[in-house]
């Protein structure tokens, strides 16, 4: 049966058209990253439609740039975005082992193999994987010195724009990620990650970016005359404007008396500065509101020795309401039409702190388990990607200190999986054989793509870390500044396992989805006024 006896209007592709047409797609967007990889990989500049410049070498922040109709791009496009929100590092990785993966797998089923042979060969290898990474790869830490996290620090930014200073970034991150640690009723240990709030700041190099033990916004006091500091502090979160009520356009008022109109616009200023001096005689001295807060309110304020903090994002507010003890509210008000006086928060304090020419507000309290980065940055661009760095490495420590397993970088990792998954192909006696093999093969892409980036002699490097790796030295990876090969777990090349390993499982499974299609159908647009 034809696509058109289906009653269906659009394109069919069958056999090795459907998949050559995967192929491209798979290998267009494996390109627009594979440069990017590794500490010596370059970087993209993206211009969105409107003309806004970002520059970075984040395999998501590439992809999720890229507008593709192409249904096998979209699976690679998502399989980076999915690693980036799980894991928060390895998207750049997951996109070329799943393109190598399928590119070998195509190759196979090309040459006259079975895609369910092919599959099936993929299933065992990543299954044997698995296995060996468990037995032999995996390196269980008990005690994570702060040696070892810095050493886990400087391999996940190794590739980023603050590898300048990796040393600094990494004591920075070690520090903050040590500020949210949690354990939960199960004795169980979380880091949580978003209670590490990230500020950028132009101006300045990035060597002077700082720590906050403390939860920082990019709002200061709405006057110059509220104090810089509140000890003590007495806080309430709201949701709400603070601003002179105005009646609505189509409110129409009769009176006989001129003092009447003078009474309605006094009426309009008390109604917001009656809330406001509610608020500071039950004891608030620091109010923040996402929305406006007028001058007669601020006067209250400024009276009162207190501050009013305006146009503050929700998800701080959120956050502010978590670590003081309070919540936001949207309105004073209960369901019967009466006023309540909404729960205050406390903190030690809330000051303002001064970088450079730019002021941010600081609420310290001891029950806050947060801390805040302050990024300071050339332009808008670097800050950005400064930013996407230090949440990959705050992501790459998370994972370590909560699963205390880790493996080698530098290659040693697919090298040592490529050279075990090989070696058991050949004990293999069905037609699965050659599809281990090709799994085994793809797994040196990563190796190959660094050494190409670093541009050394790829594959004579490639040669002596695999003949290090035939003898059973899986430690063994690449010194990519030298262009040696070295034991990396000495030198302090480690990655989270956590992230390797989910990147395996997703490029396999989506591999894997792709070598199962045999036809691609692709439905016409429809026309503006068609019925049906």
Not at 465 to 487: I, P
Request: hydrophobic content about 40%.
């Amino acid at each position: 049966m034809t696509i058109q006896e289906l009653f269906v209007d659009g394109e069919r592709l069958t056999g090795a058209v459907a998949r050559d047409k995967n192929l491209s797609g798979v290998l267009a967007i494996s390109n627009a990253v594979r440069s990017s990889y590794g500490p010596h990989g370059l970087d993209k500049m993206l211009v969105s439609k409107i003309g806004d410049v970002a520059i970075s070498n984040d395999g998501a922040t590439i992809l999720s740039s890229i507008e593709s109709t192409d249904a096998a791009s979209r699976i690679l496009i998502d399989l980076a975005v999915q690693q980036d929100t799980e894991v928060g590092d390895g998207t750049t990785s997951v996109v070329l082992l799943a393109s190598a993966l399928i590119e070998n797998g195509l190759a196979l089923v090309n040459e006259g193999v079975h895609p369910t042979v092919v599959v099936s060969g993929y299933k065992t290898a990543f299954k044997q994987s698995v296995g060996f990474i468990r037995s032999t790869l995996e390196k269980k830490i008990k005690h994570l010195s702060a040696i070892d996290l810095l050493k886990i620090g400087e391999s996940t930014i190794s590739s980023k724009v603050i590898k300048v200073s990796s040393k600094m970034f990494s004591k920075l991150m070690v520090d903050a990620i040590q500020t949210v640690k949690r354990t939960e009723p199960d004795k169980s240990v979380r880091y949580a990650v978003e209670e590490i709030n990230v500020l950028k700041k132009q101006g300045k190099s990035m060597d002077e970016s700082v720590l906050i033990m403390g939860y920082a916004i990019n709002c200061v006091p709405s006057s110059k005359l509220m104090p810089t500091r509140v000890t003590k502090a007495k806080i309430v979160c709201l949701d709400m404007n603070l601003l002179q009520v105005k009646m609505g356009l189509s409110v129409k008022i009769t009176t006989e008396r001129p003092e009447d109109l003078e009474l309605i616009r006094e009426k309009e200023t008390h109604t917001s500065t009656e809330k406001v001096k509610k608020l500071v005689k039950s004891g608030v001295n620091v109010i923040f509101t996402t929305k406006g807060l007028s001058d007669s309110c601020a006067k209250v304020l400024i009276e009162a020795g207190a501050i009013g903090v305006r146009r503050c994002k929700r998800e701080d507010l959120e956050r502010i309401a978590t670590v003081t003890g309070t919540q936001v509210y949207s309105s004073f008000d209960e369901v019967d039409g009466t006023e309540f006086v909404p729960q205050i928060g406390t903190a030690d304090s809330v000051h303002v702190e001064l970088f450079g020419e730019d002021q941010c507000t600081v609420i310290s309290s001891s029950r806050c388990t947060g801390s805040s980065i302050v990024l300071r940055g050339p332009n808008e661009q670097v800050l950005d990607e400064m930013e996407r760095s230090v949440h990959d490495g705050l992501c790459a420590l998370k994972r370590t200190l909560e699963s205390k397993s880790v493996v080698v970088g530098g290659g040693a990792f697919e090298t040592a999986l490529s050279v075990y998954i090989s070696n058991l192909a050949l004990s293999f006696r069905t037609n699965e054989q050659i599809a281990i093999q090709r799994f085994a093969d793809a797994l040196l892409r990563i190796p190959r793509t660094l050494l190409v980036n670093a541009a050394l002699d790829a594959n004579k490097c490639l040669a002596k870390l695999l003949s290090e790796h035939e003898a059973g030295n899986w430690d063994a990876g690449l010194d990519l500044d030298r262009g040696e090969v070295r034991n990396n777990f000495k030198s302090g090349v480690i990655e989270p396992l956590d992230t390797k390993l989910k990147a395996l499982r997703a490029a396999t499974e989506a591999a894997i989805s792709i070598l199962r299609i045999d036809e691609v159908i692709v439905l016409a647009e429809e026309t503006k006024g068609a019925t049906g």
